[in-house]
C-alpha cells in the first residue's frame, strides 16, 4: 500500500495532469473535421480519422484500464500513453498534407496513446483521494474541463488571426504531456497481482451494467448535440460566435457544478442523480427543438453543466463504490467505453444519419427518445443499488 506522502505529492500534481490532457482533446476535436477537410481529407478517409479516438476508448481503453490493475503501476502506463500520443501527434502534424493512409495511421497511434488517459488518470485519482471526503474526485476532475474549455477558445483564437494551427497546438501539448508525465511522483511498484476473480464480480453485477447501459445512451445524445451544434446555429442563421458562447457557457457551468461536487454527493445518492440528470436532460433536448431563439439556444447549451457534470462525477461515484477494490481502474475503463466508445460513436454515428434525411432539429428530436431509454436503464440502476 502507498504512503500518505506519495498520495499527497501526487495530489499537487493531479490538477495539472488533468488539465494538460484534455487541454489536448480542446485543441483537437473541435477542429480535427474542419483542419483534415481543409486538406482535401474526405470520404471514407475522413470516416475513418474521426472514429479512431471512441473506437480507441471501447478497445483499447479497457485493456490499458486492465494492465493497470494487474501491474500496479499506473504511472508507468500513463509515462507510455503520454510517449506513443506525442508520437500519434507528430505524424499527425507531418501527415496531415500527405496520403490519407499515413492520416489514419496517425490517428490510430494518437488515440491508442490517449486511450489510458482517463481510466487511468481517473483510477490514480480515486485511489490518492481515498479518505479525503465525497466531491474530491469532481474538484481534481474539474480542472480537465478548465483545461478543454482554454484550450477550444485558445485554438480558435490562433487560428483566427495567425497562421498557427490546431496540430502545431496539439503537438506542444503532447510534449508538455510528456514532460509532466515523467516528473510526476512515482507511484506503487511494478508487480504483478491477480484480479481475475475481482474482474469476473465486477463483470457479473447487474447494477454496473444498468449505471453502463444508461451511461452510453446519455451520452450519446450529448455527443450528437455537440457534434452539430454549430451546425444547427448555421442553419438557424447565426453566426459563428454563437455556438462558441454555448459551448463556453456548458464548460463554465460544468466547471462550478464539480467544484460543488461534495456538497451534492453528500446531499443525493449519486443513483438517484443519474436518474435526475437523464430526466433533465430530456427537458434540455426537448427545448433545443422547440426554440430557434439564440439565447434560449445558449441558455440550454448551459445546462450541460448539469447534464453531463452531474452524471459524469455520478458515474464515477456509482462505479467506485460498487466495484472490487482490486479493480477500481478496470471499473472506470468500463465507464470510459460506454461513453466514450459506444457513446460517442452511437451519437455520431445517429447524428449524421439523421442530418442526411432530415434537419439538425431532428438530431433532438431523436435526443428525446435516447433519453428515455436512458431512464429505463437509470431507473435499473436505482433499483439494483
Known amino acids: 500500500m502507498r504512503q500518505e506522502p506519495e498520495d499527497s505529492q501526487l495530489r499537487v500534481w493531479l490538477p495539472w495532469i488533468y488539465g494538460v490532457s484534455f487541454a489536448g482533446l480542446g485543441a483537437l476535436i473541435p477542429y480535427l473535421a474542419l483542419m483534415l477537410t481543409e486538406r482535401g481529407i474526405t470520404g471514407w478517409t475522413l470516416a475513418a480519422a474521426l472514429t479512431m479516438l471512441p473506437l480507441s476508448r471501447l478497445v483499447v481503453g479497457p485493456i490499458w484500464s486492465v494492465l493497470a490493475d494487474m501491474l500496479q503501476a499506473p504511472t508507468w502506463l500513463l509515462r507510455a500513453g503520454a510517449a506513443i500520443s506525442l508520437c500519434g501527434a507528430a505524424l499527425l502534424w507531418w501527415s496531415s498534407s500527405a496520403g490519407p493512409l499515413l492520416v489514419i495511421g496517425a490517428m490510430v497511434i494518437l488515440s491508442v496513446g490517449r486511450a489510458p488517459f482517463g481510466p487511468v488518470l481517473d483510477g490514480l485519482a480515486i485511489r490518492s483521494l481515498q479518505g479525503q471526503g465525497p466531491g474530491a474526485y469532481g474538484r481534481v476532475r474539474r480542472w480537465g474541463s478548465v483545461g478543454f474549455m482554454v484550450a477550444a477558445l485558445f485554438v480558435g483564437w490562433l487560428t483566427e488571426y495567425t497562421s498557427v494551427g490546431p496540430l502545431d497546438v496539439v503537438l506542444v501539448i503532447a510534449a508538455v504531456f510528456v514532460l509532466i508525465t515523467m516528473s510526476m511522483p512515482m507511484i506503487g511498484e511494478m508487480r504483478r497481482v491477480s484480479v481475475g476473480s475481482a474482474l469476473r464480480t465486477l463483470c457479473r453485477d447487474v447494477h454496473i451494467w444498468f449505471v453502463l447501459v444508461a451511461a452510453a445512451l446519455h451520452f450519446s445524445a450529448h455527443v450528437g448535440s455537440t457534434s452539430f451544434l454549430a451546425v444547427h446555429f448555421d442553419a438557424l442563421g447565426y453566426g459563428t460566435i454563437w455556438p ?3 459551448l463556453a457557457c456548458g464548460v463554465a457551468v460544468e466547471v462550478v457544478v464539480m ?3 461534495r456538497g451534492i454527493l453528500e446531499r443525493w445518492s449519486p443513483a438517484v442523480l443519474l436518474v435526475a440528470v437523464v430526466i433533465i436532460a430530456w427537458v434540455r433536448w426537448w427545448g433545443m427543438s422547440q ?11 448551459g445546462m450541460h453543466g448539469i447534464t453531463f457534470g452531474v452524471f459524469w462525477i455520478a458515474a464515477v461515484e456509482l462505479l467506485r463504490c460498487r466495484a472490487p477494490s482490486q479493480v ?17 460513436a452511437m451519437g455520431m454515428a445517429g447524428s449524421s444519419l439523421i442530418i442526411d434525411v432530415g434537419t439538425t432539429t431532428d438530431i433532438y428530436v431523436a435526443a428525446q427518445v435516447v433519453s428515455l431509454l436512458a431512464l429505463v436503464a437509470a431507473l435499473g440502476a436505482l433499483w439494483t443499488r
Request: charged share 5%; glycine share 20%; aromatic share 2%.
Open 244 to 246: 462558441g458562447v454555448a
Open 328 to 344: 477500481v481502474t478496470s471499473a472506470q475503463g468500463l465507464l470510459s467505453a460506454a461513453v466514450g466508445g459506444v457513446g460517442s
Open 259 to 261: 467544484s460543488r461536487s
Open 291 to 301: 426554440t430557434g431563439e439564440g439565447w434560449m439556444l445558449v441558455l440550454l447549451q
